[in-house]
């Protein structure tokens, strides 16, 4: 040990040894042009020398140059580079420079100038993210990184988020990303009820803390979290203050108004008595040239099939009124939803520091309305961030948040009693019951209003998210870093249902879900960074961590209650079912990384990592995962230096490989479960065993390049990849004779290969700015091999992952149209004809959940105090099942629940050329799940438009306050697609090969936000 | 001072590193590992396992009983659910992609596996206990067995029975490690599945003790579903005199009242075998169950209801005619309702004693000559009618018991099996037709190319 540290002492002085002439001695100050903070560590260098020194805690330097004019060069991350001529006391002002290529970017464990990365990396700031009228930070990532996709389940809030960095990489296991808040890797997988949809526990944190979140794409970039990394791993950063900032106080607020962004279009009560007397002509006719009943005469069936539907339907729903003349007509669909869904936020910031000492502090309190009735989200926390300097070597600080949220949940859509269910009802069914004025009971399904006034469903969660770092800087070289940290997530669900609801089963009742994680982690690791003299520049890091999970859950159910006023367990008095659980996984990594960079030119990276998890078998514990990259400053060399053109220009490649383990625990075991039957408890099999079970291996290769022309003014990013996962853990299906249904194994492959185009540009600078940022994601997913095993997800329309296909093709029958004599639905035959007979129709690749093409498109205009930004958000390629088609298009054949408008089509009598099926109960056509409900799933959408003002300056000054900016927002305020709903849902939120499925799922919100933000 | 400090990050450092290889090693919090299987208690724990899966939705608590009456002559039930995997079945559309017969096959044959692996662990049983133990395994697999070659398999009536195609029949312990090389089975012929089905269960006739504590199978149990397995083999001589072995015992008495017969809170006096079930322990309340289906909203989903039909069979003063109640469907349909199933935790009686009776009149007509029991067909049919107040026969056919087994066995999964001993049409459909026999899940065949599907799919 000591001889390393001597060793090491000894290069630090070699390198530092260069400095010592005979000149005049020059000082000055360096301040932040934003607020004229002092900035401290910048480096000046005398242009040409190789004089060195460093500004101090007070931004203040003195340098000694030599006799003449000479150019002093000040450097700091972060900062626009500026040179000046030498001048006694010199006042120099650095101005930030967002957006460049000098701008700092968080890698993982560490920090890099995006001009010396080498990997493929999108940061997204905190400009995109703050005051977004967003359930969750990720949402406002939508359309802001090129090829990274995410897809908001529902309108609903607090919902679950399917976030894909450059294509789905796994089949079985998750191929979410890794999320990474300041070191800490926290949870992300939904941790409340699993019969109801899943949760997003990132929604608890408050997305005017992040400073920046940068996305690790490339291999090289993400392979420092190896195991974890196959799926791009999201760093987040949030805010710190700065030394010697005088403190600024800083608050938001803002309220919103939302409403559905898109409703389908629902029958009204006339039209529905005009398709039920249509589907009773059709039944009728249909009877009597088949002969099914005897009829002597065609219209005798005909008015046999109208009594049926007048006395069953149209009568006995009504309750009385009179549908003939459509006297009620009911828009069911309007009373899902919130009127002007109230959104409203404050939180207040106040930063900055002294000499030793730099702080972060804010609170916030946010309440959404949903846009649909009974769903509504609070969450109110705290964070602190702190950094303390004791010494010049030591340091230490802390990130510590706390946050509590509470949702109030619907039902999940495959249930009668959520709201999104209610434009099954019948226009013709009143809303209140004509002779008692009450709600009515009396609806098709039962009325989920009921489940509305009198059931709840209400989540608490509380979060905390601390991670504490100590800091020695052994030399100005080498330093340590330790941090240790924890996620602690503890949740509560508790749900009532009463006695009035289809889910309260006339009894009442009540559960409760109690949930909890923690995770500890630590990361230990050296960071050196010899000075090898100005051409030379090199960064290792080499370290370990260690993570362990444990999760707890406990659930309770009971029914028959007294009454509807105690709504919880406390109030049932049969307890139908109670369990805990817990399960822990543990992960032990070492890594070790460097960068070198020669003159600014050549840059190359390599990494390691070795990972180990509880969640594999002794046999294959370990996984390495090894990356490299080179990067070359074109620009940097003779022959582009003095371009006008370019001014910058950069060739990047990488090479890597990481792993996924998200597979939950214990899967290479045999396992036995409890088996419940009165008085005998008993085991029975779960799992067969897998001994050799090991990582997915994801190998990704990358070509980039990074440039910046005239001027600067046109910046832009330009990437290839392909990405090839291999051992693929795959849930592989294995006879029930043999008592299990699938088990674990690494096999098959898939590959991703896309194109990314980043471009910004500074179309007018001046008085008058207008910038446009543009990004596009090209993403071609095929999955190559897996052994002929059938995998299969989706909800209505299987979906499957075929070898030769893109993951999670739609896999069904084909409609084909409707053959005009007999009305009915023809599908492709096996033989390749029209067949009518659905148990004949072949089963084919009708289309793909994922889309060809993704990105976003931002113009940002701003005049004097004025700001405007425009942003659309596209999505191309895709499709969308209409899993709900099956009823709301189904002719009446699934249940008489009224229909869109596309049944006015329906097919009417011999020769009626048309795409919609023969309706009817008994003797309707095309009612099965088939391509009929497959939809082009591309839409292009105002995602975002915003109009900002700043109070004048001179207003400022008489308030004694800093700035102040005025807003007002709009969210999906247009949206062009085919799909006849919302092209934003997924009832199905995760899983990789279920995607794209839409039943009765609340569609995204349109909103308006006016907002305030204040700094003192 | 400095080297202290260095040291102690270091020795830290070091310290975490060591300790963490330990933590890799993690054991499951709600599961057991096959190397935990150590004792006679852990042996008929899976034992036990196997009645919870009999009670399963896929078992005996839904779709054993409800598929075959789903399917069977539609003067009994009228499906008006929006489930269309059950909805095709009640019009005869089911497709090889229905979700209902990859349950029921994958169910049954966990029992089989489970029996199988307890004979193979029988050593770590008491001896004085092996007996019984053996006998309840193979109750459980031969049950199963006769069950999937009901609905899987061309009945035993409609002959070829040594080349229609059965079920595989799966006589091995499981492996822990799936091997390809012995899971690919086929299909035995219809004639061998009741050859194991009849091993299996006359052996646990022999082995099961006549009483059995919580409702297990015992004796009786055995030779009640050997009566059943003789009635489909048309081998009247066996039937009547297991159900003269079963009715003979003493044991069982019917109840008084015919209402008495169902949601009892476990087995009557006229179980000979039911499920049972309790608020923590049934085959489902909300989407599965055969409460859910049969109980009105917004208990159940209402969606099996009492065809208008179902009356017809009986006359006035039947008190089983009008053991129904109105109510009406989750989707919004009015109707009559059966109150067999009309409660939810209750035991699911599958052979009760008037079933018992009816099959020994039955086989002692069919098969002629001296009554085996030494009662007359026309007293054993009486006897069930009379409890219900419906008027003594004077003379009775084989029909008769066809139509009293209609009145007395309704709802409980017995039509189908009934008209298809009998070569009797189903709703018009002949008692072979390709759509009254399940396809093999298409999954199955998906993995086992050594499985042939069933005509039709």
């Known amino acids: ?1016 | 001072m400095k080297k202290i400090k260095y040291t102690a990050i270091l020795f830290i450092t070091l310290f975490s590193l060591s300790n963490c290889n330990k933590k890799l090693d993690v054991v499951p919090q709600q599961n057991i590992t096959p190397d935990q299987i150590t004792t006679a208690d852990d042996v008929k724990a899976l034992l036990f396992g196997e009645y919870s899966l009999m009670q399963n939705a896929n078992g005996f608590g839904e779709r054993l009983i409800f598929i075959p009456d789903l399917l069977a002559d539609e003067k009994q039930v009228d499906f008006v659910g929006t489930f269309t995997n059950y909805k095709d079945f009640f019009t005869k559309t089911q497709d090889k992609q229905n979700s209902i017969p990859a349950g029921i096959w994958s169910n049954m044959y966990l029992v089989l596996n489970l029996s199988n692996t307890v004979l193979s662990k029988i050593s770590l049983i008491d001896p004085s206990e092996q007996d019984e133990i053996t006998g309840e395994a193979e109750f459980m697999r031969g049950v199963a067995l006769f069950e999937l070659v009901k609905l899987f398999g061309l009945p035993y009536s409609a002959g070829n029975i040594s080349t229609n195609p059965g079920v595989p029949i799966i006589l091995d312990p499981p492996k822990y490690v799936y091997d390809p090389a012995n899971a690919l089975v086929s299909r035995a012929s219809v004639g061998d599945v009741y050859v194991q089905v009849l091993k299996d269960l006359q052996d646990a006739a022999n082995k099961l003790p006549t009483s059995q504590d919580d409702n297990r199978a015992d004796q009786y149990a055995a030779k009640a579903f050997l009566s059943q397995v003789y009635m489909q083999m048309g081998d009247y001589v066996n039937a009547a005199t297991m159900a003269n072995d079963v009715i003979s015992s003493g044991k069982y008495n019917l109840v008084s009242t015919f209402n008495q017969a169902f949601n009892n809170v476990s087995n009557s006096q006229e179980d000979v075998f039911a499920i049972q079930q309790s608020a923590q322990s049934n085959a489902g309340t909300s989407d599965n169950g055969l409460t859910t289906f049969y109980s009105p909203a917004p208990q159940g989903r209402g969606d099996a209801q009492v065809d208008a039909g179902y009356k017809t069979f009986f006359e006035n003063g039947d008190f089983r005619k009008t053991y129904t109640q109105s109510g009406s469907s989750i989707g919004g349909f009015s109707g009559k309702y059966t109150l067999k199933w009309a409660d939810f935790y209750k035991a699911v009686p599958v052979i009760r004693l008037a079933e018992m009776y009816l099959t020994r009149g039955e086989a002692n007509l069919r098969k002629g000559g001296a009554p085996i029991g030494g009662i007359a067909p026309l007293d054993d049919i009486n006897k069930v009618r009379q409890r219900s107040g419906a008027t003594p026969l004077l003379g009775v056919t084989g029909n008769d018991f066809v139509e009293e087994r209609m009145r007395e066995l309704g709802f409980e999964g017995d039509r189908l099996w009934t008209l298809k001993r009998l070569q009797m049409d189903v709703s018009g459909l002949l008692y072979t037709d390709n759509k009254l026999v399940l396809p093999i899940p298409q999954r199955e065949i998906e993995v086992n190319s050594n499985l042939v599907q069933n005509p039709g799919y």
């Open chain 1, 1 to 1016: 040990m000591k001889r390393i540290i001597s060793l090491i002492t000894c290069m630090w002085l070699i390198t530092t040894v260069a400095w010592s002439q005979a000149g005049s001695d020059i000082s000055g100050r360096v301040t932040d042009s934003k607020d004229n903070s002092p900035l401290s560590g910048v480096t000046v260098t005398v242009k040409g020398k190789e004089i060195i020194t460093q500004t101090d805690k007070n931004g203040a330097f003195k340098i000694q140059i030599p006799d003449g004019p000479q150019i002093l060069v000040f450097t700091f991350i972060g900062y626009t580079e500026l040179e000046l001529p030498a001048t006694s006391n010199m006042q120099v002002s650095l101005s930030s420079t967002e957006k460049t290529l000098n701008e700092v970017i968080v890698v993982g464990y560490g920090k890099a100038v995006k001009k010396d990365v080498t990997g493929s990396i999108a940061k997204v700031g905190s400009k995109d993210i703050q005051n977004v009228q967003a359930p969750s930070f990720e949402s406002a990532l939508q359309g802001k990184a090129a090829g990274v996709v995410i897809e908001s389940g529902s309108g609903k809030l607090g919902q679950g988020i399917k976030v894909s960095i450059r294509g789905t990489s796994s089949i079985s296991a998750s191929s979410q990303p890794l999320y990474v808040i300041d070191g800490l890797p926290v949870i992300t997988s939904s941790q409340s009820d699993p019969n109801n949809d899943p949760t997003n526990p990132l929604a608890d944190i408050n997305p005017n803390d992040i400073e920046s979140v940068e996305i690790l794409k490339d291999a090289s970039a993400a392979a420092i979290y190896g195991a974890r990394a196959a799926n791009g791993v999201v760093l987040i950063t949030t805010k710190k203050g700065r030394n010697n900032q005088k403190t600024t106080i800083e608050v938001n607020a803002f309220n919103s108004w939302s409403n559905p962004a898109r409703k389908w279009k629902f029958l009204d009560a006339q039209q529905y008595v005009d398709l039920i007397e249509l589907a009773a002509k059709s039944d009728g006719t249909y009877d009597y040239n088949n002969g099914i009943s005897g009829y002597p005469d065609v219209n005798s069936a005909i008015a046999d099939y109208k009594d049926f539907y007048e006395s069953n339907i149209l009568d006995y729903f009504s309750l009385g009124t009179d549908w003939k003349k459509a006297a009620v007509n009911t828009d069911w669909q309007n009373l899902l939803y919130n009127k002007d869904a109230l959104t409203h936020q404050v939180d207040v910031s106040a930063y900055g520091g002294d000499e030793k000492t730099k702080f972060y502090v804010s609170g916030f309190y946010n309440k959404q309305d949903a846009i649909v009735i009974n769903n509504r989200f609070y969450r109110y926390g705290g964070r602190l961030n702190l950094d303390h300097a004791a010494s010049e070597k030591l340091s230490f600080g802390i990130n510590l948040s706390v946050d509590c949220s509470q949702l109030n949940r619907v039902s999940n859509d495959n249930a009668f009693s959520t709201p999104g269910q209610l434009v099954a009802q019948l226009p013709i069914s009143p809303l209140y019951d004509p002779t008692t004025g009450a709600l009515n009971s009396n609806t098709l399904y039962s009325n989920s209003l009921f489940d509305a006034q009198f059931n709840s469903d209400i989540q608490v969660t509380f979060r905390t998210l601390g991670n504490a770092y100590l800091n020695y800087q052994f030399f100005p070289s080498l330093a340590f870093r330790s941090e240790i940290g924890a996620d602690i997530l503890n949740l509560e669900e508790d749900a009532f249902q009463g006695k009035e609801t289809i889910d309260g089963g006339g009894v009442g009742k009540a559960n409760v879900i109690i949930s909890q994680s923690a995770s500890l982690n630590t990361n230990n690791y050296f960071t050196y960074t010899p000075n090898l003299g100005d051409k030379n520049k090199l960064n290792a890091v080499a370290g370990m961590s260690y993570l362990q999970n444990d999760s707890k859950f406990a659930s309770s159910f009971g029914e028959n209650i007294p009454s509807d006023a105690i709504k919880n367990l406390s109030g049932t008095t049969l307890i139908t079912f109670a369990n805990s659980s817990g399960s822990r996984y543990t992960f032990l990594s070492y890594f070790l990384r460097g960068n070198y960079s020669f003159d600014n030119k050549y840059l190359v990276s390599a990494s390691i990592r070795a990972d180990a998890s509880s969640r594999f078998g002794p046999n294959n514990r370990y996984g390495y995962f090894p990356a490299i990259s080179a990067g070359w400053v074109l620009s940097q060399e003779k022959f582009l230096q003095n371009s006008k053109v370019i001014n910058f220009l950069k060739l990047r490649a990488s090479w890597g490989q990481t792993g996924n383990a998200e597979i939950g625990e214990g899967s290479y075991l045999a396992l036995y479960g409890v088996s419940n039957y009165p008085n005998l408890p008993g085991y029975i099999p779960v799992s067969l065993s897998n001994p050799d079970l090991q990582w997915e291996k994801t190998k990704q290769t990358d070509i980039g390049l990074d440039f910046a022309i005239l001027h600067n003014r046109i910046t832009g990013e330009l990437d290839y990849y392909k990405k090839m996962t291999t051992d693929l853990l795959l849930n592989v299906n294995v006879p029930f004779t043999t008592g299990y249904s699938s088990y674990l194994k690494n096999l098959g492959s898939m590959e991703n290969e896309g194109y990314e185009i980043t471009l910004n540009s500074t179309n007018l600078d001046g008085v008058f700015r207008w910038n446009t940022n543009f990004n596009i994601g090209f993403n071609k997913n095929k999955v190559l091999d897996i052994q002929g095993q059938v995998i299969e997800g989706g909800f209505g329309l299987t979906q499957r992952a075929i070898a030769g296909q893109p993951i999670g093709v739609f896999y069904g029958q084909q409609f084909l149209g409707v053959d005009p004599q007999t009305g009915d639905a023809l599908y492709m035959g096996t033989d390749g004809k029209p067949t009518s007979d659905y148990g004949q129709a072949a089963l084919m690749v009708l289309g793909k959940s994922n889309p060809d093409f993704t990105g976003g498109f931002t113009n940002t205009f701003s005049y004097k105090g004025i700001d405007l930004n425009v942003f659309f958000t596209f999505v191309s390629g895709n499709k969308i099942y209409n899993a709900a088609g099956v009823y709301m298009n189904g002719g009446f054949y699934n249940g008489f629940d009224n229909q869109t408008t596309e049944e006015l089509n329906a097919w009417t009598g011999e020769g009626d050329v048309t795409n919609t099926p023969r309706v009817g109960y008994f003797y309707g056509s095309g009612y099965q799940n088939s391509s009929r409900f497959l939809y082009d799933g591309s839409y292009i959408r105002l995602k975002n438009v915003s109009l900002g003002y700043n109070l004048p300056k001179s207003l400022m000054d008489a308030w004694h306050i800093n700035s102040a900016r005025l807003y007002i927002s709009g969210t999906n305020l247009w949206t062009s697609t085919k799909y006849p709903g919302d092209p934003e849902v997924n009832t199905e939120t995760f899983g990789n090969i279920g995607g794209g499925q839409d039943f009765y799922t609340i569609p995204q919100a349109k909103t308006i936000t006016v907002g305030l933000n204040v700094k003192f």
